[in-house]
């Protein structure tokens, strides 16, 4: 039977950041924390996402305020820059820092 | 501590990403590839001029391609990405090598250019300018390649530092020219045949994406 003591062992785990946790997102993060910025097809390339993957994860990391979105041209043709804003590098380190606790205080 | 080691390489995957399109082995191919084109003018009867103003036209022809190409066909394919400080690094690292090897190459080409024997050492200028050839060449692509975490250099320096010496060798004993063409053509078309084999495969594997 779980006691209450046991339950809050997993805090950590239970109060993570779950935009940042899902798999598509945490790469789209953990790239763009390690570059300054990146476009959209760079992205999906390194990711290995579809186009309509990654602008739905784009839509939902920009919504949470972890995500600046720069809709400019080049020549004619259309070019979207992402970039980690402070909010979103700040959620990652917490993030990181988060996990690598928690699993560090996992018996073998 | 492994979290720490999976970002740098994904960094450095995302980085590596940036040669993996065969324009720069194009470029380098084409370069070494003017100087075995450089052996068939040296036959023809032209003025100085001309010939060097080919010579020139070629270089500036295969950086004009390799520019082009990375704008309007690799790019959009694969996108573009700022590494802020670890690329500054990377490329000033890089530009002081290229600096200092072409200032080290004119001090050399004034010193060692010409016939006759180094006095004090009582060996040809050629074969030293030949052993100076093969360092800087080593030394250079060398060092980019580990600067620029780009292993084909380390390939392409090889054959870069390979035809000088031997075309001095076979000059100097077997007094004929005849091979000079080949000697510069067979590691250029080596690197050239890498670079257009990637570049196939890079836009097979890389469409061109419309962005949002």
Not at chain 1, 45 to 54: A, H, I, P, S, V
Not at chain 2, 26 to 36: K, P, S, T, V, Y
Not at chain 2, 93 to 117: K, T, Y
Not at chain 2, 125 to 150: E, P, T
Request: net charge positive; no cysteine; hydrophobic share 50%.
């Amino acid at each position: 039977m779980d006691t209450p003591e046991t339950s809050s062992n997993l805090s950590p785990l239970t109060d993570v950041d779950r935009v940042i946790h899902e798999p598509a997102r945490l790469s789209i993060v953990a790239l763009l924390y390690v570059l300054v910025s990146a476009d959209f097809t760079f992205i999906m390339n390194q990711t290995g996402m579809t186009w309509g993957n990654l602008s739905s994860h784009m839509t939902k990391l920009e919504e949470a305020g972890y995500l600046e979105v720069e809709k400019t041209f080049k020549g004619k043709r259309p070019n979207t820059m992402l970039k980690l804003t402070d909010k979103g590098r700040q959620a990652f380190t917490a993030y990181r820092r988060q996990m690598t606790q928690f699993f560090d205080e996992v018996p073998e | 501590m492994n979290e720490k080691i999976n970002l740098k390489e994904l960094q450095r995957k995302a980085w590596r990403s940036m040669f993996q399109d065969g324009l720069w082995d194009i470029f380098l191919g084409l370069l070494l590839f003017n100087m075995a084109s450089g052996t068939l003018l040296d036959e023809m009867r032209i003025s100085d001029g001309l010939r060097i103003g080919i010579y020139i036209g070629v270089e500036v022809l295969a950086m004009l391609l390799m520019f082009l190409g990375k704008r309007y066909i690799t790019m959009p394919r694969m996108g573009t990405a700022s590494f802020g400080q670890y690329g500054k690094v990377k490329r000033n690292r890089v530009q002081l090598l290229l600096f200092g090897s072409f200032l080290l190459g004119l001090i050399a080409w004034l010193a060692f250019s010409g016939g006759g024997e180094l006095g004090v050492l009582g060996i040809s200028r050629a074969y030293v300018g030949a052993i100076f050839w093969v360092v800087n060449m080593l030394v250079v692509f060398g060092l980019a390649g580990y600067f620029l975490d780009f292993p084909r250099l380390y390939l392409i320096g090889i054959l870069y530092a390979i035809p000088i010496p031997l075309d001095i060798f076979i000059r100097q004993y077997w007094h004929t020219d005849a091979w000079a063409f080949p000697i510069f053509a067979v590691p250029s078309l080596i690197i050239l045949g890498v670079g257009v084999v990637l570049f196939i495969r890079f836009l097979r594997n890389y469409p061109v994406v419309t962005q949002l």
